[in-house]
């Protein structure tokens, strides 16, 4: 598929966006799947596609955060167990499940991270001080994982939101460690889900590798903003941007 400028800069300038909202929140893909679509890119292969840029940015996501002494490694590895397991398990199902059932989750992921926060906000923004518990301490976090990692392989539009209620809620890690965490499992899931999606050949590598020069810029970026602002600045980043990504979750 051949990219007039236009289109390229289309997808660039919605993927920076999306890879600022993503490292910090979720729901970027809100922004990316449409800008896929805009030239005919099925649905199902755009939600393939958009996995280029997702992977990438995650990668240079987790080398800023890890750079920062943000990445907590002490238990990445149980952490990362379950979240493999729904993601290729979300994968398959992606590859072979109609296109109708995409929407239904996307709302019901988006609007519930809504409602909890608003009824409840600590639950995905631990107050300072509290001490994240260990896996093997809360069983109830290798459950939430795996139901991340399917909903992340199957739809990826607002995982990001899903991991942080996983890994804030249950483990109680602080925002800034959470969407470091969060951007691994979303690496390794993702990378898993994208083998499944090249070997039923749904990828368009080069609309797909255009996004991902705008995600990881604005994975970049937006490591930097975590890094340096204060906890309910990104508390309140993270509330605007789950009322956004229902309104928009609604209006697609």
């Avoid at 994240?132 to 809360?138: A, L, N």
């Amino acid at each position: 598929m051949e990219l007039d400028l236009a289109y390229s800069a289309l997808l660039i300038g919605t993927g920076f966006l999306a890879g600022i909202i993503n490292t910090l929140a979720g729901g970027g893909s809100n922004l990316t799947l449409p800008a896929l679509m805009v030239m005919g890119m099925p649905a199902d292969v755009a939600n393939a596609t958009n996995r280029v840029g997702v992977l990438l940015q995650g990668l240079v996501g987790v080398k800023g955060f890890h750079k920062a002494g943000k990445v907590d490694q002490s238990d990445i590895i149980p952490i990362l167990i379950p979240t493999l397991l729904g993601g290729l398990v979300g994968g398959l199902l992606a590859s072979f499940a109609p296109e109708s059932l995409l929407k239904p989750l996307l709302l019901t992921a988006m609007i519930s991270m809504t409602i909890v926060m608003l009824v409840k906000p600590t639950i995905v923004a631990p107050p300072e001080g509290t001490t994240p518990f260990k896996i093997t301490e809360r069983p109830s976090a290798w459950f939430a994982l795996f139901a991340s990692g399917i909903y992340g392989g199957f739809v990826q539009a607002g995982v990001g939101f899903v991991l942080i209620a996983a890994l804030a809620g249950t483990l109680r890690y602080d925002l800034v460690k959470t969407n470091a965490l969060k951007m691994v499992c979303t690496i390794c899931f993702t990378f898993l889900a994208l083998l499944v999606f090249i070997w039923n050949d749904q990828v368009w590598w080069v609309p797909g590798l255009t996004l991902a020069c705008g995600t990881m810029l604005g994975s970049m970026v937006a490591v930097r903003f975590a890094i340096k602002a204060k906890p309910q600045h990104l508390k309140w980043f993270l509330f605007v941007m789950t009322v956004v990504g229902s309104i928009a979750a609604l209006l697609s």
